[in-house]
């Protein structure tokens, strides 16, 4: 970090800096300039840094003290230079091969999933999503199936060969979780819940972590540091709208905010674009300008009736207008120099 | 809720609106006006309109569906026209009763946080705060010592008579801070973390729940109403700054939103300026302004030493600062017509 | 508009909402409910819509006044239900044609703007843009070269065969822009300026009208009005990112508000990476990812070089790299299904 | 400024950012480091750093420009250590006095604005405002009553003594409404209109300059120093809401932002609780937050029939309102240690 001093700073003020660095085991090198003396110091472990920073910051003299690091390692292109690839079931995301993930908000019944599920493997999809714990905005709504929800989720693999995808919402659900899915999802409102995510870090199946919808991408590659430090590297990041002041869609999708990501870490990163727009009238839109701006594939939400759906509805894709967004997928793709993968089909 | 039918909506169009809030035993009226046709809808449990308003809104020929009742009911003005006061311990909140909550950021030793519960103690502080679990952006800072920080705590409260808050982060810790503890402080970043919600809903101490730093009021509300549904209406809100384009502090702590909130809830909201403005030199400002604003107490972080605080330093008070804040604190309470309770003073 | 009447709303506050409708010429249907008295109100100029739903919402007994229709006529699909075609020059913008706007933020001197020019034209772009009159956040950097730009500008139009387009910043500037440029570009800071856009409405050149960072895409669209309600309805929209919490990239592209848009409008939409990304490295995502979303083309910021620019060098693209872009836009705009114009291209 | 090269950044890339420096009469120090080689660099004028800054971070090697001073110079502190005291008339604003700025939306009558301003004047207001030309946000609402309103205002003041605020949207009306009013407004929406800025610099009446609702404080105080550096530093900055997600209220009025300015200049800082949150219901509260938050004066929206009004009607205070919120600012501010001027008064 660079310690900034006040223009005017006194040589005490100066080695107070110094001193206080050197009882921290820091090294440090003194640059005096014409108008402002600038201290650089490194050598402490990662994990003091943020706190001594703000300790030297209340120091007499000091100006403004400046990080130079980024905070998060083994997520970051330094720790892997070659982008990673992580694989639900056998689909794969990331170095050029994409995968689409697919299916209902909620698993409602089993006809309901079982239908849903053929939809996705018909349209090419590779991945079934569909919620058994679901986090909602108020009590009084439909909370989802729970654990009977994950058997059916099971089932609907059986019928198909789709690998599992479900979110967890409780660290006492993911044992159970992590026994049935093929890949465990947390979602935005969990996304520093850091309870849960060191939890995650110890199972061995694939993470979906979705950025929280007001979380910085710093903070978000934090939050996927969490899982990687305690032990799981397998992480798909997704992308699924960050709340603005604009209220003609639900959440504003951030590809800007994928796609710069994408130069800081090695790992695959996918977009939502259901829950970022909440119509599916914009899904198609933002489903190839994802894909455009370099995502690694897409989860969308599809229900057999949309205008049955017991949450979510407005957002999602009949089977037939997933279909028509398959096949204007594949020559998007095709045209971006990427591989589409649909393992299950024919 | 009203079904607004696009101008030009067929009879057909409305007649299977009509049957399908029929079948869902809602009650309607039908208006024919002279651009648009108006179907207003009563009777379905709470919990399912939101699905259904999100059923309807894809129904050919309808144009927008509009709620009309606020989401959330237990914690509303419809439900207790009084203000409600809420106590940790002797402290009293709401109703004209205003109470003052600090402490350090995190319990770092037992010097440390028998220095600050004095220093509480002495400025006229109502109740002692500090953490033992933290939840941290980055896995490589101090998380905080855990339950030996809840034992340091509890003597400090031995020491200085002062209730004791302390924040909750997993559903697995409620039980032993329950047990410590004199309430329980869920932080921003759980919010809408739903199972920790509907636990804190059965416990019998008060919770503070501070608001997300991304939620709206109305979500901040039906949070809140997750507790209450579950059982316990003991419930102090906190607002704490909301994540803006603004940069220059830490959040904007929105204290129209308080006030706003407050039109809606009987239950009392407090405001933390420390997380709010994330240094110390405006702390004081933003103090005062809640208090003008509305609200029913603060919480402020204050350290014995900022300057060596293993966490939030620049934005922790010093004991003589938090001491100098109380004396401002006290003219502008009277002028207000409010009444500031310190417990534990002489 | 819809009146909502408050639950228990007596028979003369209805009276008296009814009164006041009668009196300003509305027609009124009211349609007693089972809990809330809805009263249905048409006919009004569009003008005096907004006043009166404020004074009606302040009338005892009234819930909430909640508007029907959008707040704009010329530029909406119901005005003209095909995509319109605007054309700068020869380069056609919407139903499908795709055209490329590039060049320098500022015309700094006779040779970088020609040398921009030329490369702009090889590349395959469409339209040459180059700032004369900028607007600058600090008064103390440089400001633009004013009207010697502009002749600059016309040169490198008669070098290369390249319609221009110039930002006006002042209505007194209008005349000479609109008498030099093939267009006239109003910026994001003026976009409610609604003096200048008055003005712009009786020009008759095409107008690009920049998105201001903090407007909504209802604004937006009631900024196009403006122009087109003066008489001139050669629009085209242009998104370059909004203000968010989210620092990483200079402002949020907001992709989903232009598809959003486009669903409201038949004026062309166009896209402007560099302004939202700040860094020439997002540029490329950003372009592609805007025309998979459905933009009629895009406005990118090139400069012979970047490392000796005077404004926003760093998000420049070199002429080499906006070669490579073109290459990648090319069977992009293929796959989608669109056609990319290029007509001063051999 | 600093540049901070890269880890590994070769001495032949070190070499060419000094080269390139000295090209520009910068003074450097080098100061190498374990990890990070920092170049310190002073001595350009102002106006250039910001377009040096992104030159350098394109040179190979750098990893990053860290730019030290604020950019601005008369507005700030360093200027003037001491708080300013600007004038509307007789009523002062700033180091401790505190005055009240009332008034209707906009002009609509002579019966309206002389009714009003004795109301202002019996409740101890010090300035009348009442806008001459509105900016709004479609163009078929009224755009307010231009010259004729003017008048009506002038007559208003010659009624009851008290100075006269007013709008100036283009810089056409500049000339007109200097000659007439006592000071001259800035809205929000032209905040970044630097020609309306630079020709304010010109004029010899205060400016009240309103916070544009997406505006940093940096950017505030930025286009604050276009008006002094053109010659005029009687300004009045006024915080009235920024725009956030939150929709409870119609902005999110920014007291920590006040406050935070306060810091930074020496000029004084009123707010708007009217615009920021849309209901006379709220105006109260956030009128006495701001004033605790450090306001300087406030500006409160006042109609004498709310429900009449033009525009704006729910956000207005009836003049019973307005008296009632002044008995309790008295209190308020003599609680504060300051002093409340109504110099018109009795």
């Known amino acids: 970090m660079i310690i900034v001093m006040q223009a005017g700073a006194s040589e005490p003020q100066i080695q107070r800096v110094v001193a206080r660095l050197t009882e921290l085991g820091y090294e440090h090198h003194i640059s005096y300039g ?9 050598g402490a472990p990662e994990g003091e840094k943020e706190a001594l920073a703000g300790q ?15 905070p998060y390692k083994l997520v970051s292109r330094e720790h892997a230079t070659e982008p990673s690839v992580v694989r639900i079931g056998k689909a794969p995301f990331g170095r050029g091969q994409v995968s689409i993930i ?32 679901k986090p909602r905005t108020s009590p009084y709504t439909f909370q ?3 654990e009977p929800g994950l058997q059916l989720l099971s089932a609907a693999r059986e019928a198909t060969g789709l ?21 465990v999802q947390i979602g935005a409102r969990n996304m520093q819940n850091y309870d849960l995510l060191r939890e995650c870090g110890q199972i061995s199946k694939p993470v979906v972590l979705k950025r929280g919808f007001a979380a910085t991408v710093q903070e978000w ?37 994928l796609a710069a990501a994408k130069l800081e870490t090695h790992l695959p990163i996918i977009a939502d674009p259901s829950h970022a727009t909440g119509t599916h009238k914009l899904v198609p ?5 994802a894909l455009a701006a370099g995502a690694d594939g897409l989860m969308i939400e599809m229900h057999p ?30 045209a971006l120099g990427l591989e589409l993968i649909s393992p299950e089909r024919g």
């Not at 409602?108 to 919620?131: H, M």
């Not at 407005?314 to 204007?328: A, F, N």
């Open 34 to 42: 014409v108008e402002h003396t600038l201290i650089g110091a490194v």
């Open 56 to 70: 030297l910051s209340l120091l007499p003299g000091v100006e403004r003290v400046v990080p130079i690091l980024r």
């Open 102 to 133: 697919a299916g209902p908000c909620a698993i409602e019944s089993e006809k309901q999933i079982l239908e849903a599920a053929k939809a996705v493997k018909a349209a090419g999809g590779a991945v079934l999503r569909g919620g058994a714990y």
């Open 144 to 146: 989802g199936m729970g």
């Open 163 to 183: 690998p599992i995808l479900t979110e967890v919402t409780d660290v006492r659900q993911l044992e159970e979780v992590t026994r049935v899915a093929d890949s």
């Open 221 to 257: 590659l934090r939050a996927a540091e969490y899982i990687a430090a305690a032990g799981n590297l397998d992480i798909i990041l997704c992308e699924r709208g960050i709340r603005t002041f604009e209220t003609e869609t639900r959440f504003t999708l951030d590809l800007g905010g």
């Open 285 to 289: 839109a933002m489903a190839l300008a």
């Open 305 to 334: 009736h949309p205008d049955r759906a017991l949450s979510d509805g407005p957002q999602s894709l009949t089977p037939k207008r997933l279909k028509t967004l398959m096949d204007q997928i594949r020559p998007l793709v095709a």
